[in-house]
């Protein structure tokens, strides 16, 4: 029987008691007359009491098992992060060193991370072979929470046992599974005390209102009751009130944030707030520091500005502005089609703008050039806001040529489906691969076909620098030739062919426009934006 159910029967079985109880004694000693003015209130205070009492033990219990859930949750996608780079590589020493340092942590029954055929690279139980791992299908499913299965799983032990299963994805392929059994013992024993307090809490209100109720029966009784309402806020980060969270990654959360000043002074911004499971790790600090220091200094109509960035209360977070509108994914994916030719070449124009000064920015000190490469340039990250405004944005994997690196040689960075061929091949990178991440975006938007389409990350890898991309005017007969030749300069597979710069790319755009007679420009794509979204 379920602790709910013994809870519920038990509270019936005192209320019937009690009310028998009051009934009887009522018509025995005649009280009814005498207790007329306080018994119907005197019922109803016990009512209540007798709900919060349940509905706190409700709320206690749910607590227990959220909790252990959530640890559950934090611990699989601790091990997910961890061992991702090292699963992508088959890596066996660190999956090994990532499976062995769950040793220790109460209720675990057992650890294990998978590979994509759910071939086990490494688990705690070092007696047993790694073999492949079958999920039972008969396991009750609980919840699932970002993309992390929690399941109620059939065992022979004596007491219940929960998984945690998570893919191991990159750039959204998956490449594998974490896994954590978890023991329920120590919340069941946690439970069992709660019920126990909850019955002795329910018999001593009663007798403490029988006694109650015949001390003052010749007291007029009074019941004041206050009401309160609150709202659930999430908890600010210093003058940044959190208001709505807009999207979660593997490494931070963003947020819809109010800046609210002493003297009053409101202004709505965006706030990417580091996952508090990863407040304390030293290697995404980093990481997280870097990209609020770069993108400080990139001061650019065509790139998300930075306004703040810090650590206040253990919450590290940068505070930018917030872009009232989509990205160039959610576009493509509402339209279910290309982009008209203008409205791509604009975009891209005005995309290639920010990456152009992104790439030229000098430092302030010293006036050397920073030569800041994105890395990640993806239709996710180019924002187009309601007023037609176009912007660059996540610098999160970004690299400037001072910078020291925080990866090994070889380890590939940014979305698998907008990898240059020398990412691929874990070459060094430059601003090359900007421009053919751009190109790559640039045929996608006017296509409405995303370039690369690969069954798995091994393949896209060993494929990217020999796959044949087909000429633009292949997929559109009616493209013009020069767009065409624009575009495909941008996707050469060798980096000395592409555009030297992002500004070539760009006058190159601005000269076809001119000659074409295209006028298109922020007022155009602001109302194309409202049509499509706000119609």
């Given at each position: 029987?379920?602790?709910t159910?013994?809870?519920t029967n038990?509270?019936i079985?005192?209320?019937n008691?009690?009310i028998?109880?009051?009934?009887g004694?009522f018509?025995?000693?005649?009280l009814?007359h005498r207790?007329?003015k306080w018994?119907?209130?005197g019922?109803?205070l016990w ?8 509905f706190?033990?409700q ?6 098992r ?5 640890n559950g949750i934090?611990l ?5 992060v961890?061992?991702?780079p090292?699963?992508?590589?088959r890596?066996?020493?660190?999956i090994?060193?990532?499976?062995k ?12 991370i998978l590979?994509?055929e759910?071939?086990?690279?490494a688990?705690?139980?070092i ?9 039972p299908?008969?396991n009750?499913v609980?919840?699932?929470v970002?993309?992390?299965?929690v399941f ?5 032990a ?6 945690f299963l998570?893919?191991?994805t990159?750039s959204?392929v ?7 059994r978890?023991s329920?013992?120590a919340v ?8 126990i307090?909850y019955l002795?809490t329910?018999v001593?209100t009663?007798?403490v209102l029988?006694?109650g109720g015949?001390l003052?029966?010749?007291?007029k ?6 009401s309160?309402n609150?709202?659930?806020?999430p908890?600010p980060?210093?003058p940044?009130?959190l208001q709505q969270r807009l999207a ?8 819809v944030?109010?800046y ?6 409101r202004?709505k ?5 580091i ?15 870097r990209e609020?220091?770069l993108a400080?200094v990139l001061?650019?109509?065509?790139i998300?500005?930075?306004?703040d960035y810090g650590r206040?209360d253990n919450?590290?977070f940068?505070?930018?502005e917030?872009?009232?509108?989509r990205?160039?994914?959610?576009i493509i994916?509402e339209?279910?089609k290309?982009?008209p030719?203008?409205h791509?070449?604009f975009?891209?124009?005005e995309?290639a ?6 790439h030229?920015?000098c ?10 490469v994105?890395?990640?340039v993806s239709?996710q990250?180019?924002?187009i806001?309601f ?10 994997i970004?690299?400037a040529?001072?910078?020291?690196s925080?990866?090994q040689?070889?380890?590939?960075k ?5 990898l240059s061929?020398e990412?691929a091949?874990?070459d060094?990178?430059d ?10 975006v640039?045929?996608?938007i006017l ?5 690369y389409?690969f069954k798995?990350d091994?393949e ?6 020999t796959n ?8 559109l ?6 767009l065409?030749r624009i575009v495909?300069k941008?996707l ?9 710069m992002a500004?070539?790319?760009?006058a ?5 426009k001119?000659?074409s ?6 007022m155009d794509?602001?109302?194309?934006m ?6």
């Amino acid at each position: 029987m379920l602790v709910t159910e013994i809870a519920t029967n038990a509270a019936i079985k005192l209320r019937n008691f009690t009310i028998h109880g009051f009934t009887g004694v009522f018509k025995r000693f005649g009280l009814p007359h005498r207790y007329r003015k306080w018994l119907l209130p005197g019922l109803a205070l016990w009512t209540v009491l007798q709900a919060a009492c349940f509905f706190g033990y409700q709320w206690q219990t749910s607590g227990k098992r959220d909790l252990f859930y959530r640890n559950g949750i934090k611990l699989v996608q601790a091990l997910t992060v961890k061992s991702a780079p090292a699963v992508l590589e088959r890596d066996i020493l660190s999956i090994d060193l990532a499976v062995k340092e769950l040793a220790g942590i109460d209720g675990l029954l057992y650890g294990a991370i998978l590979d994509h055929e759910n071939t086990i690279l490494a688990h705690t139980d070092i007696e047993s072979p790694r073999d492949r791992m079958a999920i039972p299908d008969n396991n009750k499913v609980l919840k699932a929470v970002d993309g992390i299965l929690v399941f109620a799983e059939v065992s022979a032990a004596a007491s219940p046992v929960t998984g945690f299963l998570s893919d191991i994805t990159f750039s959204d392929v998956e490449i594998g599974k974490a896994y954590v059994r978890m023991s329920e013992t120590a919340v069941l024993e946690a439970v069992s005390r709660l019920r126990i307090l909850y019955l002795f809490t329910g018999v001593l209100t009663t007798l403490v209102l029988i006694t109650g109720g015949i001390l003052l029966t010749r007291e007029k009784p009074t019941l004041t009751v206050f009401s309160q309402n609150t709202v659930d806020m999430p908890h600010p980060i210093g003058p940044y009130h959190l208001q709505q969270r807009l999207a979660v990654g593997g490494m931070a959360e963003l947020f819809v944030a109010d800046y609210v000043r002493e003297d009053g002074f409101r202004r709505k911004v965006a706030v990417k707030r580091i996952l508090p499971h990863l407040a304390e790790n030293t290697e995404f600090l980093n990481m997280f520091t870097r990209e609020a220091r770069l993108a400080a200094v990139l001061q650019h109509p065509n790139i998300v500005q930075i306004i703040d960035y810090g650590r206040i209360d253990n919450a590290s977070f940068i505070a930018m502005e917030y872009i009232n509108g989509r990205n160039l994914g959610e576009i493509i994916t509402e339209l279910g089609k290309g982009l008209p030719m203008a409205h791509a070449m604009f975009i891209v124009s005005e995309t290639a703008k920010g990456i152009a000064y992104s790439h030229a920015r000098c430092d302030d000190e010293t006036g050397e050039p920073l030569n800041i490469v994105h890395r990640d340039v993806s239709p996710q990250n180019v924002l187009i806001s309601f007023e037609g405004e176009v912007k660059l944005s996540d610098f999160g994997i970004s690299k400037a040529s001072s910078e020291p690196s925080l990866t090994q040689a070889g380890v590939i960075k940014g979305k698998l489906s907008y990898l240059s061929p020398e990412q691929a091949a874990g070459d060094p990178v430059d601003h090359q691969a900007d421009i053919y991440a751009l190109g790559l975006v640039f045929y996608e938007i006017l296509t409405g076909q995303r370039v690369y389409r690969f069954k798995n990350d091994i393949e896209a890898i060993k494929t990217i620098e020999t796959n044949r991309i087909s000429p633009l005017k292949d997929i559109l007969p009616n493209i013009p030739a020069e767009l065409n030749r624009i575009v495909m300069k941008c996707l050469e597979k060798k980096k000395e062919l592409r555009y030297p710069m992002a500004s070539d790319l760009n006058a190159d755009l601005m000269a076809f426009k001119r000659e074409s007679k295209i006028s298109f420009d922020t007022m155009d794509l602001s109302e194309f934006m409202k049509k499509i979204f706000q119609s």
